[in-house]
């Protein structure tokens, strides 16, 4: 038997080559001053942009934001992880077109930053950077995020007036993992003077492990198909909170899609947390949906990280894999964390 290969992806102006398309990155509005504790959003930050003509096609395309150092003012650092960037609209000319949205493209809602590693905002594009070779027409294709500052009583830590800058290198990478192009953009923040009442806060932070970023199934002989197969991620989902919380998981997409646009249903595949020693938090098995889905849920873990294990898996005697193509699919899965 032939081995098929499943994925699950969970995951400025400088102008450079990728074939016959262009990267490039801006900024619209650098500078966000916070003024409440409810936080504040730049709606129109950055822009990113590719460029080309003629014959293009670039499947799996991937976009990264990296923070390239703390986010500091003199004695004082800002959290990273209180930062976060969201995308906000597509736009531009191809041939036939028109460019794909972001729901075809399959973004996270919302990317926070992270020091020294790269988050995707596009983990890996369903959607091809695509043009017609018979057109005459330049293509392009521009994507604008915003720039959010979360809202909360550790905003009352800062002196009134300190001005932060949040060094942020934006990446876009093709299929092969080929960087197309990569800068630096600088945002500024300033804690001004802040209305309202500090909030009771509520701190929760959600990530995954670099060894469960991305997943993988494979099929690669007859007792696969026979038996089903599994991947384990051993303390693949970072959990820390104040308060009793929960964790949902979905799809961005409503399929597994290859890149020659074959397709399989998510719920062939079932994912389950298990956690490990000293989280008491309970779980609660799925099979892979675009619903959010409550995977997991527990008490306060009194500002520390408790760990749990990822596994997905597939069903035995699955005639779904049997019959598919043999090609790699994929799909967009998001954590969320949220109170109880």
Request: with cysteine.
């Amino acid at each position: 038997m032939s081995k098929k290969k499943f994925i699950i992806f969970l995951f400025i102006s400088i102008q450079c080559f990728a074939g016959n398309v262009t990267f490039k990155s801006w900024e619209n509005n650098s500078f966000l001053q916070i003024n409440s504790y409810n936080g504040n959003m730049s709606q129109n930050a950055c822009t990113i942009r590719f460029d080309g003509n003629g014959n293009i096609y670039e499947p799996k395309w991937r976009v990264s934001a990296r923070l390239k150092g703390a986010i500091t003012s003199g004695a004082y650092t800002f959290p990273a992880d209180k930062v976060s960037l969201q995308p906000v609209f597509t736009t531009g000319a191809a041939s036939p077109g028109p460019v794909p949205t972001i729901q075809q493209i399959g973004m996270p809602a919302s990317v926070f930053l992270q020091v020294n590693t790269e988050k995707y905002l596009v983990p890996s594009s369903n959607a091809p950077l695509s043009n017609n070779s018979n057109s005459n027409g330049p293509f392009y294709m521009e994507m604008g995020f915003s720039l959010t500052v979360a809202g909360g009583a550790y905003l009352g830590n800062y002196p009134t007036w300190t001005e932060f800058t949040v060094p942020v290198e934006m990446a876009a990478y093709d299929q092969y993992n080929n960087l197309m192009g990569k800068s630096v953009i600088y945002f500024k923040l300033q804690i001004a003077q802040l209305s309202g009442t500090p909030p009771n806060s509520t701190e929760m932070s959600l990530k995954l492990g670099s060894n469960a970023v991305n997943g993988t199934l494979e099929f690669k002989t007859i007792q696969d198909y026979t038996n089903g197969v599994s991947v384990s991620y051993p303390s693949g989902l970072i959990v820390r909170s104040n308060t009793n919380y929960q964790v949902k998981v979905k799809s961005l997409q409503s399929q597994f899609i290859s890149a020659a646009g074959s397709t399989l249903p998510l719920d062939a595949v079932k994912m389950v947390l298990s956690p490990v020693s000293g989280n008491t938090g309970s779980i609660f098995p799925v099979s892979l949906s675009t619903s959010s889905q409550l995977v997991a849920k527990g008490g306060t873990t009194q500002s520390t990280d408790v760990y749990y294990d990822i596994k997905y898996s597939t069903s035995a005697n699955d005639n779904r894999f049997v019959q598919a193509k043999m090609e790699d699919y994929a799909t967009t899965l998001q954590y969320e964390i949220t109170p109880q």
